[in-house]
């Protein structure tokens, strides 16, 4: 018995089909769960982002089933199709081109509908790039803040970064090759010269890259060997990272340039997104250290 026919047995034979969200290698095939495989092979039909892409995942683990396109482009018109028949007692996978469907991926319109009306989601979890990125970047996990592609437009990308300045979680960015340098310039800009990053490339893949430090040395790394493939950017609170913290920061400072303790306090508060009163008491343990 498949795991929807068990379902509708619990239901009280209700055939009503259940809605599978399947998560998807992002790189290496064999990043696949064995339910995920064993789900594909026993829905009736798969809804893929890009199909031709997916007959390639079905022909290396044998699955044989009717794939209809689901995207950005026609999520619409598909939908009301996909819950009639899924009303009419058919199960269906959604999955996308890569990862976990619906993280800056489409799907989120269809599950809504499937709720609304009653019928079963299930996740079937797996590989999201984030989550793969975040797990080898050796940063604070604790509490993150996903914030999908940055926009695109010069003065949106700065506007945002500058509101998340001071956001304590680690932020975590998707990126394209072709955008990064105009990223890592902005960073630089905003966020500070000296401010630690990690830009997690190609995951899972033949050439996988961590590069950790701080985004003027990410400027540069990317310069001499722009990037390709497929980027998550990671970007911990300032106080974080081997680069230099806000101690040294604060004493590089005062003891460097002429500005006053109030004033070298309001800057390195504002770089590190701290509250002042944190960094006025570090630079008075500061003096009495001196
Ligand atoms: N649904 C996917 C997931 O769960 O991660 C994300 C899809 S989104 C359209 C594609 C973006 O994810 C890429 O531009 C890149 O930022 C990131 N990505 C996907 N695969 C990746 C990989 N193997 N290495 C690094 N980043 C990846």
Same mark, same amino acid.
């Given at each position: 018995? /498949?795991?929807?026919?068990?379902?509708?047995?619990?239901?009280?034979?209700?055939?009503?089909? /259940?809605?599978?969200?399947?998560?998807t290698?992002?790189?290496?095939l064999?990043?696949?769960?064995?339910?995920?495989?064993?789900?594909?092979?026993?829905?009736?039909?798969?809804?893929?982002?890009d199909t031709r892409h997916s007959r390639k995942l079905f022909a290396h683990f044998?699955i044989?089933?009717?794939?209809?396109?689901?995207?950005?482009? !026609?999520?619409?018109?598909?939908?009301?199709?996909?819950?009639?028949?899924?009303?009419?007692?058919?199960?269906?996978?959604?999955?996308?081109d890569?990862?976990?469907?619906?993280?800056?991926?489409?799907?989120?319109?269809?599950?809504?509908?499937?709720?609304?009306?009653?019928?079963?989601?299930?996740?079937?979890?797996?590989?999201?790039?984030?989550?793969?990125?975040?797990?080898?970047?050796?940063?604070?996990?604790?509490?993150?803040?996903?914030?999908?592609?940055?926009?695109?437009?010069?003065?949106?990308?700065?506007?945002?970064?500058?509101?998340? !300045?001071?956001?304590?979680?680690?932020?975590?960015?998707?990126?394209?090759?072709?955008?990064?340098?105009?990223?890592?310039?902005?960073?630089?800009?905003?966020?500070?010269?000296?401010?630690?990053?990690?830009?997690?490339?190609?995951?899972?893949?033949?050439?996988?890259?961590?590069?950790?430090? /701080?985004?003027?040395?990410?400027?540069?790394?990317?310069?001499?060997?722009?990037?390709?493939?497929?980027?998550?950017?990671?970007?911990?609170?300032?106080?974080?990272?081997?680069?230099?913290?806000?101690?040294?920061?604060?004493?590089?400072?005062? !003891?460097?340039?002429?500005?006053?303790?109030?004033?070298?306090?309001?800057?390195?508060?504002?770089?590190?997104?701290?509250?002042?009163?944190?960094?006025?008491?570090?630079?008075?343990?500061?003096?009495?250290?001196?």
């Amino acid at each position: 018995m /498949t795991e929807a026919q068990e379902r509708v047995e619990e239901q009280g034979g209700t055939p009503v089909g /259940t809605l599978y969200v399947v998560a998807t290698p992002i790189g290496n095939l064999e990043d696949i769960t064995y339910r995920a495989v064993r789900i594909l092979g026993e829905v009736d039909l798969v809804a893929a982002e890009d199909t031709r892409h997916s007959r390639k995942l079905f022909a290396h683990f044998g699955i044989k089933k009717p794939l209809v396109s689901y995207h950005d482009h !026609n999520e619409q018109q598909r939908q009301a199709g996909l819950v009639e028949r899924l009303q009419a007692g058919e199960n269906i996978a959604l999955i996308s081109d890569a990862g976990t469907p619906c993280i800056a991926d489409p799907g989120y319109c269809l599950i809504a509908s499937c709720h609304a009306v009653g019928i079963t989601v299930v996740p079937i979890p797996g590989p999201s790039a984030l989550i793969t990125a975040l797990s080898a970047a050796g940063v604070s996990t604790e509490r993150f803040a996903f914030e999908g592609y940055l926009p695109q437009k010069a003065k949106a990308r700065a506007d945002l970064l500058r509101k998340l !300045n001071g956001e304590q979680r680690t932020l975590v960015f998707y990126e394209t090759p072709h955008r990064l340098a105009a990223t890592l310039a902005a960073l630089v800009e905003i966020l500070g010269a000296e401010r630690f990053m990690v830009v997690a490339r190609e995951l899972t893949k033949l050439y996988e890259e961590f590069f950790r430090g /701080t985004t003027a040395a990410a400027v540069v790394r990317f310069a001499q060997d722009p990037a390709r493939g497929e980027l998550v950017l990671i970007i911990p609170p300032g106080t974080q990272g081997p680069q230099m913290n806000v101690r040294d920061a604060l004493r590089k400072l005062l !003891n460097e340039s002429d500005l006053s303790r109030r004033e070298a306090v309001k800057l390195i508060a504002k770089e590190y997104g701290l509250p002042s009163s944190d960094v006025y008491r570090e630079s008075l343990s500061l003096t009495e250290e001196e």
